[in-house]
C-alpha cells in the first residue's frame, strides 16, 4: 500500500461548481496535513495547512481532516477557470521545529471550464 | 513577498557531466530542502539541510549528490555524475524551523534538468 494515495484525476467541473479533492494515508504517525497548488511546470505553491482533525476555512478553500480514518480532503467553493491547476496534498510526522520530509499524493488535476 | 529562487530554469547537459543547480532561499528561514519530480510522477523528498549539514536525506539521495551552503544566501545541488534517469523537476525548498507551530515549508519554481 502506498502511504499516500490520491486520485490522479483528471478532474473537470464547470465555473461555479464545488470541487472535493481527497487523499488517503496509511501512516498513522502523519500529523501535519497540507494542499499545494501547482500550475503545469511551476513549483507548488502552498495553499493550506492542519494539524488537527476537523475543518479549516480559507475562503473559498477548507481543508478537512479525519485521522481516525486516515483520509483528508481539500474543498474548493465557486470554483473558477484560475483553480485550473494540479492540487497535491502533502503530510508530515513533525509538525514544529523544522526539517519535516513531506511525502506528497500524486496529485489531482483539476479543469475548471468556463 | 518574499520567495525561494532557482537557477537555472532549465539545464541540459550530457550524460556523465557534473551539474550544479542553485537556490536561493527565504532569507530568515534556517531549514533547506531538495525535491525532485519525474515528469508525470509525484513529487519526491530528497534531503533536508540544518545548521551546514544534511539532517535527513532520502535513499534517492545517493554518492552521486551533495548539498551545500557556500555563502550566506546560496544553497547548491550538485550531481556529480549525471545518468538518464536524473532528467526530473528539481525543486528547492526553505522554511523558518519554527517552533511551537507549524513549520511550513515554500518552494522554489524549479529548474527541470534534461540529461542525454
Known amino acids: 500500500q502506498k502511504e499516500v494515495e490520491q486520485d490522479p484525476g483528471p478532474l473537470s467541473v464547470p465555473e461555479g461548481a464545488i470541487v472535493s479533492l481527497n487523499c488517503t494515508y496509511s501512516?498513522?504517525?502523519?500529523?501535519?496535513f497540507m494542499w499545494y497548488r501547482q500550475y503545469s511546470r511551476k513549483g507548488p505553491e502552498l495553499l493550506m495547512y492542519t494539524y488537527s482533525s476537523g475543518n479549516k476555512e480559507d475562503g473559498r478553500f477548507t481543508a478537512q481532516v479525519d485521522k481516525s480514518s486516515k483520509y483528508i480532503s481539500l474543498f474548493i467553493r465557486d470554483s473558477q477557470p484560475s483553480d485550473s491547476a494540479t492540487y497535491l496534498c502533502?503530510?508530515?510526522?513533525?509538525?514544529?521545529?523544522?526539517?519535516?520530509?513531506?511525502?506528497f499524493g500524486t496529485g489531482t488535476q483539476l479543469k475548471v471550464e468556463l | 513577498e518574499p520567495e525561494v529562487t532557482q537557477t537555472p530554469s532549465h539545464q541540459v547537459t550530457q550524460m556523465g557531466q557534473e551539474v550544479i543547480l542553485r537556490c536561493v532561499p527565504i532569507?530568515?528561514?534556517?531549514?533547506f530542502y531538495w525535491y525532485r519530480q519525474i515528469l508525470g510522477q509525484k513529487v519526491e523528498f530528497l534531503v533536508s539541510?540544518?545548521?551546514?549539514?544534511?539532517?535527513?536525506k532520502s535513499e534517492i539521495f545517493d554518492d552521486q549528490f551533495s548539498v551545500e551552503r557556500p555563502d550566506g544566501s546560496n544553497f547548491t545541488l550538485k550531481i556529480r555524475s549525471t545518468k538518464l534517469e536524473d532528467s526530473a523537476m528539481y525543486f528547492c525548498a526553505s522554511s523558518e524551523a519554527k517552533q511551537g507551530g507549524a513549520d511550513t515549508q515554500y518552494f522554489g519554481p524549479g529548474t527541470r534538468l534534461t540529461v542525454l
Open positions: 532569507s530568515n528561514h534556517l531549514y
Open positions: 502533502a503530510m508530515s510526522d513533525i509538525l514544529t521545529g523544522g526539517g519535516n520530509k513531506l511525502t
Open positions: 501512516n498513522s504517525a502523519f500529523q501535519y
Open positions: 539541510f540544518y545548521n551546514n549539514e544534511i539532517s535527513e
